[in-house]
């Protein structure tokens, strides 16, 4: 075992969005920091995100797009480094961003390793030390005014001295990339609270005697309301093998409870009454199923006569048929047995309970010059960028304090 009395101003646990934001900002302010990244490249989950072409951040960023027991604590961060700054940053960096839908910016190359690239050379011009291939083990606090990390690198078990430490680790979801719960153990170590953890982001899965029925529906996709007693999403839904997937539903996933059933609009753009009554006025020779093909592909249609008159003429329903056939479409209930799991999930929700945390630098209030910053906090964003920009905010305003 070696020990180094270090020089560095901070140690920084984690090489992803949050920590090198956190040591490139450190390093515009002339301190020097250590990142420590258990892979042999950083930003791993950066590379691929946004199936390898990196939603780095939205133009709609705001409070309502996040997840935690206490959304307002996000704004301080959020306000101290906006999304205009995002842009701007990468900009200087020659990534222009270009919007795909619902205010997600894309770099126009649709590459990720750009996104790290340009993270990476900022770190070398400010003389920052990002070191691949190391584990960290553990923080043991020293003295009122300096931490203990151990880390292993190539076999050997290393100790360095250090004032400050940031903890940017991430959370759990795919374990394959590194992800672990190192920060959320160094929290309970130090008597921190946690919010129960949770994947999500994540796809839904249905068993029992549905599950032929969605398997059989695979591959399909549906723009779709998706709802529950707290919020809904207007967006695509997949049908898999297993159950449901898709923005709408991955969105969903961040407010799911296990026991719960949500609701699927699948025709939320149109009235299916309405547009029964407009067949009968037009003499209703059409089928009902040739109705629900002007909006669904025939392999969904033909799964709906499961539940629906889909070989009956228009002109032969009753009013009630036509409600019940409404019903049906614009409420569609299903009863989620589950998700598929971190590997699966984008994202953790929970974490280190932001009460206990300084708003203002994310300095834990009661273990002084230890941070936290990124996904191990309670702060889940939306799909759609939201979690960069939080990571990328969260990293500079620990910058600004370390």
């Not at 133009?59 to 935690?68: A, D, I």
């Not at 430490?165 to 920060?183: C, E, H, R, T, Y």
Request: net charge positive.
């Amino acid at each position: 075992m070696t020990t180094e009395d270090s020089q560095y101003d901070a140690v920084i646990i984690g090489g992803g969005a949050c920590g090198l934001m956190c040591a490139i900002q450190a390093g515009l302010r002339g301190k020097l920091t250590l990142v420590l990244e258990r892979n042999n490249q950083p930003g791993a989950k950066i590379r691929i995100s946004g199936g390898g072409r990196c939603n780095y951040t939205n133009l709609y960023t705001g409070l309502e797009n996040f997840v935690s027991a206490d959304p307002s604590f996000a704004e301080h961060a959020l306000t101290r480094w906006t999304v205009n700054d995002t842009l701007e940053f990468f900009a200087q960096q020659g990534i222009i961003g270009k919007e795909k839908t619902l205010g997600q910016l894309f770099p126009t190359s649709n590459n990720a390793k750009d996104v790290v690239s340009a993270l990476t050379r900022l770190m070398h011009r400010y003389g920052q030390r990002l070191q691949t291939g190391s584990k960290a083990l553990s923080v043991e606090k020293q003295t009122d005014r300096s931490f203990v990390i151990s880390y292993e690198r190539m076999g050997v078990v290393h100790r360095v001295v250090t004032p400050k430490v940031v903890l940017a680790s991430g959370g759990l979801p795919v374990a394959k990339l590194g992800a672990s719960d190192f920060a959320i153990r160094i929290a309970r170590q130090f008597g921190l609270d946690i919010v129960p953890t949770a994947p999500a982001l994540v796809p839904l899965t249905v068993t029992g005697k549905d599950a032929d029925w969605f398997a059989a529906l695979s591959g399909n996709s549906v723009f779709c309301r998706v709802s529950n007693q707290r919020i809904s999403f207007e967006e695509n839904i997949l049908f898999t093998h297993w159950g449901l997937s898709g923005p709408a539903i991955l969105q969903i996933s961040s407010y799911w409870r296990p026991g719960e059933s949500i609701a699927l609009d699948l025709l939320p753009t149109h009235s299916l009454e309405a547009l029964i009554k407009e067949e009968r006025a037009a003499g209703g020779k059409r089928l009902v199923g040739q109705l629900l093909g002007d909006f669904y592909p025939k392999r969904l249609v033909e799964a709906l006569g499961r539940f629906l008159p889909v070989q009956t003429k228009i002109a032969s329903l009753g009013k009630l048929d036509a409600k019940r056939i409404a019903e049906t479409i614009h409420r569609f209930e299903v009863k989620p047995a589950g998700d598929k799991g971190y590997d699966k999930a984008e994202v953790m929700r929970g974490g280190i309970a932001t009460h206990e945390l300084e708003r203002e630098t994310l300095e834990a209030k009661s273990v002084r010059g230890l941070y936290f910053g990124g996904e191990c906090v309670d702060m889940t964003g939306w799909l759609g960028g939201y979690n960069f920009q939080w990571a990328w905010a969260s990293g500079y305003l620990i910058a600004q304090a370390i």
